[in-house]
């Protein structure tokens, strides 16, 4: 098993910045790919980005691209998503999801997720 812990979310206003942090631990040797997801009630689960653990590939969802920066930290097993120039549409819960090798390609670990707020 896989445990993912978020943090750094919060209260924020427009065209400011956050730094979400996602720290992993347990079997975290089984994953390849980590990502980061948000929603907002009442709506599905959006992709926001990913990046892989060995070669620091990265996707982003094209509604972040140029403002968000996804990162990590092997020795920590720890990734980062740096949020700037944030906007009232990105207030939403910020989940950490990882990908666990031979898992079929989705998500299967998933953290609790952490709060973002971006006021107008």
């Known amino acids: 098993q896989v445990q993912l812990v978020e943090s750094g979310g919060g209260l924020v206003q427009a065209g400011g910045s956050l730094r979400l942090s996602c720290a992993a631990s347990g079997r975290t040797f089984s994953t390849y790919v980590m990502g980061w997801f948000r929603q907002t009630p009442g709506t599905e689960r959006e992709f926001v980005a990913a990046?892989?653990?060995?070669?620091?590939?990265?996707n982003y969802a094209d509604s972040v691209k140029g403002r968000f920066t996804i990162s990590r930290d092997n020795a920590k097993k720890t990734v980062y998503l740096q949020m700037n120039s944030l906007k009232p549409e990105d207030t939403a819960v910020y989940y950490c999801?990882?990908?666990?090798?031979?898992?079929?390609?989705?998500?299967?670990?998933w953290g609790q997720g952490t709060q973002v707020t971006v006021s107008s």
């Open positions: 990046i892989s653990w060995t070669y620091g590939s990265t």
């Open positions: 999801a990882a990908k666990a090798r031979g898992g079929g390609g989705s998500y299967d670990y």
